[in-house]
T-cell receptor
Framework: AQSVTQLDSQVPVFEEAPVELRCNYSSSVSVYLFWYVQYPNQGLQLLLKYLSGSTLVKGINGFEAEFNKSQTSFHLRKPSVHISDTAEYFCAVSDSLTSGTYKYIFGTGTRLKVLA | EAGVTQFPSHSVIEKGQTVTLRCDPISGHDNLYWYRRVMGKEIKFLLHFVKESKQDESGMPNNRFLAERTGGTYSTLKVQPAELEDSGVYFC??????????????FGPGTRLTVL
């Protein structure tokens, strides 16, 4: 079965510093990868997705992620964070191996806390 | 275009009671998914509708959970009778017609269910 690992449950970082949120997945076949963000008291919002093509994917709010097939990773990065980036971030893979539903398999989430 | 909406936003019930959660997907989205996040754990898939048909309900915890999508529009998720371990945030997501791993799922804000 596919799985997604987000090793860091919480990441504190100072404002204007760079940040990387790590995501590793387990799959031996082609995958579709997503990063979602959940701001306090809101739903999940799509940040970016990797479907195919260029391994560097740019998303909203200055975020980007790099797909690395050999390392089965899809780490999220931002060169300079703002207080408003404080939120929980979820990595997900679209499961195409079972039942054809393309349901998402999520990681446990990473809480990013941006400090002034 | 309106997003995915869920009602209620919060529900607090006693063990043994019944609760019904509602999800209104984005208009025209045939695919509707239910997910659940128990505190501290990952977001987990519950089931998937294509229009009014259940495509995959492999994630439903037990027969106390009943999901319906009459007419292929909104969906309800009923828990009867509720148990303490049913507490969590229930998310609904929808995606456009057709099944493809590249289809982005759009999430609602979730319903926070607390069973006392």
């Amino acid at each position: 079965a596919q799985s997604v690992t987000q090793l860091d449950s919480q990441v504190p970082v100072f404002e204007e510093a760079p940040v990387e949120l790590r995501c590793n997945y387990s799959s031996s076949v082609s995958v579709y990868l997503f990063w979602y963000v959940q701001y306090p008291n809101q739903g999940l919002q799509l940040l970016l997705k990797y479907l195919s093509g260029s391994t560097l994917v740019k998303g909203i709010n200055g975020f980007e992620a790099e797909f690395n097939k050999s390392q089965t990773s899809f780490h999220l990065r931002k060169p300079s964070v703002h207080i408003s980036d404080t939120a929980e971030y979820f990595c997900a893979v679209s499961d195409s191996l079972t039942s054809g539903t393309y349901k998402y398999i999520f990681g446990t989430g990473t809480r990013l806390k941006v400090l002034a | 275009e309106a997003g995915v909406t869920q009602f209620p936003s919060h529900s607090v019930i006693e063990k043994g009671q019944t609760v019904t959660l509602r999800c209104d997907p984005i208009s025209g989205h045939d695919n509707l998914y239910w997910y659940r996040r128990v505190m501290g754990k990952e977001i987990k898939f519950l089931l998937h509708f294509v229009k009014e048909s259940k495509q995959d309900e492999s994630g439903m915890p037990n027969n106390r959970f009943l999901a319906e999508r009459t007419g292929g529009t909104y969906s309800t998720l009923k828990v009867q009778p509720a148990e303490l371990e049913d507490s969590g945030v229930y998310f609904c997501a929808s995606s456009r017609p057709g099944l493809a791993g590249s289809n982005t799922q759009y999430f609602g804000p979730g319903t926070r269910l607390t069973v006392l």
